[in-house]
T-cell receptor, first 114, second 111 residues
Framework: EDKVVQSPLSLVVHEGDTVTLNCSYE??????LLWYKQEKKAPTFLFML????IEKKSGRLSSILDKKELFSILNITATQTGDSAVYLC??????????????FGKGTLLTVNP | DTEVTQTPKHLVMGMTNKKSLKCEQH?????MYWYKQKAKKPPELMFV???????INESVPSRFSPECPNSSLLNLHLHALQPEDSALYLC??????????FGPGTRLLVL
């Protein structure tokens, strides 16, 4: 069974702190790993990672994938209160030819206090 | 147009009602998805359509019936739902094997 595990499940920091969110996975026929940010509505796309060791950056956010150790991290530097959200890790792959299936982790609830 | 739209935003229905959720995208995506998300849980895949054909059904009860009338539209027909079916229903679309983009969701309450 495909599995995506995120840690920590929740995190409280102060504005300006740097945070690292973790995602490990066991997925058959791995295709990609995606990070989404979810506030009170639908998940919004952050990054898609397919290759090991190549960092993707978008402003204060960055992410990297390790396909050998089967994990990814999402870094947020100089956090702001607007970064408060649930961060979802999802892996595309699957057994039995379900190659378009996303398996989500439980998410990390990040709270950034002023 | 880089948007997935869903209607209605909110829906309240009784257990004997029949209703439909609608999803639309004009990004030329040939894969479309329905997810169910309960409070404080991640989205759970329900159905995947690829080239307007149902390719994945994650053992969803028959009271949920998907339909893909064309490459831009995806419906979810609801009949005889249970209170435990109350959730946020998310539609997503993607080019095959690429990033899935989510719509805003329909918040469903079954009384």
């Amino acid at each position: 069974e495909d599995k995506v595990v995120q840690s920590p499940l929740s995190l409280v920091v102060h504005e300006g702190d740097t945070v690292t969110l973790n995602c490990s996975y066991e997925v058959t026929n791995f295709r990609s790993l995606l990070w989404y940010k979810q506030e009170k509505k639908a998940p919004t796309f952050l990054f898609m990672l397919t290759s090991s060791g190549i960092e993707k950056k978008s402003g204060r956010l960055s992410s990297i994938l390790d396909k050998k150790e089967l994990f990814s991290i999402l870094n947020i530097t100089a956090t702001q209160t607007g970064d408060s959200a649930v961060y979802l890790c999802a892996v595309e792959g699957g057994s039995g030819g379900s190659n378009y299936k996303l398996t989500f982790g439980k998410g990390t609830l990040l709270t950034v206090n002023p | 147009d880089t948007e997935v739209t869903q209607t209605p935003k909110h829906l309240v229905m009784g257990m004997t009602n029949k209703k439909s959720l609608k999803c639309e995208q004009h990004m030329g995506h040939r894969a479309m998805y329905w997810y169910k998300q309960k409070a404080k849980k991640p989205p759970e895949l329900m159905f995947v359509y690829s080239y307007e054909k149902l390719s994945i059904n994650e053992s969803v009860p028959s009271r949920f019936s998907p339909e893909c009338p064309n490459s831009s539209l995806l419906n979810l027909h609801l009949h005889a739902l249970q209170p435990e079916d109350s959730a946020l229903y998310l539609c997503a679309s993607s080019h095959l094997g690429e990033t899935q983009y989510f719509g805003p969701g329909t918040r469903l309450l079954v009384l």
